[in-house]
């Protein structure tokens, strides 16, 4: 039997949020359809976190409930702290994306708490929800910040040890924020985490060095099979100096159907996906497949 890789979409909320101008509603809306009918169903749409901060993100709501009507389709929506996980819950989200970071420097730029302070209302939160309702818990900067450098491998093992404890079934994502995370690094992390705490992880990649679609490679090869990608490489953090895109689906589904493995997408629609990402105004896209004439007529 061919084995699957699990891909989560993220271009409809880490694909948009650093866009300045607001895109519409219904951008987003035809964004996350099209993701759909390319076969992914799984799929971040959105974050319930402050307009003032992410104004982006203001319409969340909205585009959870089109997504809600698409068959099949899981809709994950991060959530930063209580208030967020009280109007995910409300919104019906399928899945919440609890978040924070290994590092002090970006969880204070990015959440204006320090690490012990979302930690603790985020734990409070994992302990009193729901049973049945499907958590994740995103640690950003797990291998690089950019305002402390390189992370420590000890150090951030030490994070996930205590996020590992909330819950013994819970997804954890490691996230390269900055997209500057090394491959051996990457196998590193991935295969002790691993070897301690069993195969709950995920991977979060960013490609602002071009070392992308390489990372994706050594957390499958250390046992990684969810990842997140998002069409047309679109994204990045606005609390990440100098952080831009996703690593793009479209490369990690031609990396993945390369080496035999099953990913469920239709590749014509995904470039169709992708390409309607990457024309987003304000949106600066990446990855490769999109630029290569011989990609775009395979099968």
Not at 4 to 9: A, I, T
Not at 11 to 28: C, M, Y
Not at 169 to 190: C, H, K, W, Y
Request: proline share 5%.
């Amino acid at each position: 039997m061919t084995e699957r890789v699990e891909l989560s979409e993220v271009a409809p909320r880490d694909g948009l949020q650093s866009i300045g101008p607001f895109v519409p509603t219904e951008t987003k809306i035809a964004l996350v359809r099209a993701c759909y009918e390319a076969g992914l169903r799984r799929m971040e749409v959105g974050s319930f976190v402050s307009p003032r901060a992410i104004p982006q993100m203001a319409d969340t709501g909205q585009v959870l409930q089109a997504a809600k009507q698409l068959a099949g389709l899981e809709c994950t929506v991060l959530v930063p702290n209580r208030r967020g996980f009280e109007a995910a819950m409300n919104a019906g989200a399928d899945r919440l994306g609890l978040f924070m970071s290994v590092t002090e420097s970006h969880n204070k730029a990015n959440l204006n708490r320090t690490r012990e302070e979302s930690f603790a209302d985020l734990a409070a939160i994992v302990r009193e929800t729901p049973k049945g309702t499907k958590l994740r818990f995103n640690l950003s900067c797990t291998f690089h910040c950019p305002f402390e450098g390189v992370v420590p491998e000890r150090d951030a093992l030490d994070v996930i040890e205590r996020v590992v404890a909330l819950d013994p079934g819970m997804e954890i994502a490691l996230a390269d924020t900055t997209g500057n995370a090394s491959p051996d690094q990457v196998r590193r992390v991935f295969e002790h985490a691993h070897r301690a705490w069993g195969l709950r992880f995920a991977f979060h990649g960013h490609d602002t060095y071009g070392m992308g679609v390489a990372n994706v490679t050594a957390a499958w090869e250390a046992g990684c099979r969810i990842f997140d990608a998002a069409a047309g490489g679109i994204g990045g953090c606005p609390f990440a100096p100098g952080a831009t895109g996703n690593v793009a689906m479209e490369d990690v589904v031609w990396l993945f159907r390369r080496m035999g493995l099953e990913t469920g997408v239709d590749w014509a629609k995904l470039l169709v996906a992708a390409d309607l990402a990457a024309s987003v105004p304000g949106a600066t896209p990446g990855g490769a497949m999109r630029r290569v004439p011989a990609a775009r007529l395979a099968a």
